[in-house]
């Protein structure tokens, strides 16, 4: 069955950076695009950015372009984020997904505080 799991978060100061990392496995990983999400306490989990299957195109919210750069590598099953510049609003548990045949699989989030 489909798996992720996301690891790399953890307390940072402002200004610092943090690379997540998704583990992929159950499916074909090069076949599908792949996403990083983000929910802060109190809010809605909201898209950080996608990245297509062969990593050719990627998208990203407005408030992390600039800062935050997705990848991947089909060779590990895995698709990262590296954070740069990190704010305390950038605090949150962020989750990696993929889409196959109208359903959502998400990883059960790693959590990324940014704090003095």
């Known amino acids: 069955q489909v798996q992720l799991v996301e690891s790399g978060g953890g307390l940072v100061q402002p200004g610092g950076s943090l690379r997540l990392s998704c583990a992929a496995s159950g499916f074909i990983f090069s076949r599908y695009g792949m996403s990083w999400y983000r929910q802060a306490p109190g809010k809605e989990r909201e898209l950080v950015a996608r990245i297509t299957s062969a990593g050719s195109s990627t998208t990203y919210a407005g408030s992390m372009k600039g800062r935050f750069t997705i990848s991947r590598d089909n060779a590990k099953n895995t698709v990262y984020l590296q954070m740069n510049s990190l704010k305390p609003e950038d605090t949150a548990v962020y989750y990696c997904?993929?889409?196959?045949?109208?359903?959502?699989?998400w990883g059960q989030g790693t959590q990324v505080t940014v704090s003095s």
């Open positions: 997904n993929t889409i196959q045949s109208g359903y959502i699989y």
